[in-house]
């Protein structure tokens, strides 16, 4: 049913060392815990937080939550994790663009430098510009002015 609700595969474990098992073998998106496990079974619930690594836990009681409360929990945690992703897709994407347009930045202006360097050889100065054109090239395609 959950693979259904969610359209993601779906894996069970019996028991904890059996969960902590499947998390060292496959990275999972969310992983649902049951509580009472967790405060019952100190040494092996440590190992599961371990190895969690990306999944998003979500933490439910069992013999007091019914199937559509495991599904609202698990969606809204695909949910977050998506979203998170995406925020750090977009932060690594800024990050990468910023360094790109130094490293642009100072070739451009190295160009330049060497372009002013007086009595350039002609097939220096031809590759200077080859170097300037590519590097104007990739600001364009980087959106930078």
Known sequence: MLREATGEETHWAEDLPQGAARLREQVYSTVVLDQFLLENEPT???QILEHLGTAFPVYLNFAVSGMQRLLREVRSALHRRKREEEQA???VEQQIRSEMCESLT????SCELAMAVPEV???AAEKIRIIDDLARGMRVRLGVS
Request: no cysteine; glycine share 0%.
């Open 44 to 46: 092996e619930s440590d």
């Open 89 to 91: 897709r977009r932060s």
């Open 106 to 109: 100072a070739l451009l202006l």
């Open 121 to 123: 050889p002609p097939p």
